[in-house]
């Protein structure tokens, strides 16, 4: 074969590969170190001067052709197998998108149901003074009833403390309340707080009755956990105050809500139990695994309370109460211990 017969059947030939095997085997015949180009180029040396001139860049034309048609053909011929490897047929995969952790779908809920009954969301801060989460609430110091919160106290006088005092000068009544009690609550050490009732008396400071508020937050406790105990959790405080506010009404409301949360056929029942900044206490359990389990405590406020927020307790009462809500997802997603919902471990937070 000359060159120009060459050149067409491999063109030809190249062409009409079909797959990146047969492309090589053309490769090997056509520039390969035995095929005929190859070797026509190699005898060049032999042959006159004159012929050598007219054949030489002719053969080195072809071979870059041939170089480069193969080149283009193989990178073609790539792209057609990787695309048979899309399994049209396949069903398409699932987007997986993130979702809310089981706590915040539990608030939000919850919140939703208090919406629907007329009750406002309200929030508070997490480090409290001693003065909001004890005192105003009917909890002197040394009065035993601390002890059923371990508290986490924080270091005192710190910049954080020293914001906090500014904060305060500003909250005259809460000043004068202070003195009455004859606490200078300039003193008032920090500390995280152990229950969302600190927001009662921070609200019924800045507002007038008749109002309902609820205040999901997070607390904290210095305690040693178990299935039912974190050191963290979370809590809804409820406060309702008014002219003729009942625990008739409390009871009500209450019912109302665990029936919306849990399903018209939740167990429940009401209990005695004692918190100083009630009178009278209660507490809330719900049925679950063939036992009671409590979920919330509650009573109506004490006068004491009203009196520390200058409410004069002749002319409103008041119900309050503060729901664990880490329980309440417990028993909705009978779960066998709360503290997997702190634990970060995506094979559970996944199958909500
Ligand atoms: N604060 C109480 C607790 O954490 C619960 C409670 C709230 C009780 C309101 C009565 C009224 O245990």
């Known amino acids: 074969m000359n060159l120009e017969q060459i050149k067409q059947s491999a063109f030809k030939e190249i062409e009409e590969s079909r797959d990146l095997k047969s ?13 005929q180009l190859v070797e026509i180029l190699h005898s060049l040396k032999d042959v006159p001067l004159n012929q050598r001139q007219k054949i030489g860049p002719v053969a080195n034309v072809l071979k870059k052709e041939l170089d480069e048609l193969i080149k283009n053909r193989k990178a073609e011929l790539r792209e057609d197998e990787g695309s048979k490897k899309i399994d049209l047929s396949r069903p398409a995969q699932k987007i997986s998108r993130g979702h809310f952790h089981p706590l915040t779908i539990a608030e939000e809920k919850i919140c939703r149901i208090f919406l629907t009954m007329n009750f406002s969301v309200v929030e508070g801060p997490e480090i409290e003074n001693e003065f909001y989460n004890f005192d105003a609430l009917n909890i002197p110091p040394n009065h035993p009833a601390r002890d059923l919160w371990n508290t986490l106290w924080l270091k005192t006088r710190t910049d954080a403390d020293k914001t906090q005092i500014d904060a305060d000068k500003t909250r005259t009544k809460a000043d004068s309340v202070r003195e009455n009690l004859g606490r200078n609550q300039r003193q008032s050490a920090l500390l995280l707080r152990t229950h969302t009732s600190p927001m009662q008396i921070r609200y019924m400071e800045t507002h007038q009755p008749p109002f309902q508020i609820i205040v999901p937050g997070r607390v904290f406790r210095y305690e ?34 665990l029936k919306k949360f849990f399903g018209p056929n939740i167990k429940f029942r009401f209990r005695p139990s004692y918190f100083p900044f009630v009178e009278p206490g209660l507490e809330v359990d719900v049925w679950f695994k063939d036992k009671w389990l409590e979920v919330m405590g509650a009573g109506m406020v004490a006068r004491k309370v009203f009196d520390a927020v200058r409410y004069n307790p002749d002319q409103v009462q008041g119900f309050a109460f503060g729901l664990g809500l880490d329980r309440l997802v417990k028993i909705k997603y009978n779960l066998p211990d709360i503290r997997l919902l702190y634990s970060g471990d995506l094979r559970f937070i996944k199958q909500f």
Do not use: C, P
């Open 23 to 35: 492309l090589e085997g053309l490769r090997i015949k056509y520039l390969g170190r035995k095929s």
């Open 224 to 257: 040693a956990t178990d299935a039912s105990h974190e050191i963290n959790f979370y809590q809804v405080e409820g406060l309702m105050v008014g002219s003729r506010v009942s625990l008739a009404n409390f009871k009500f409301i209450i019912e109302t809500f």
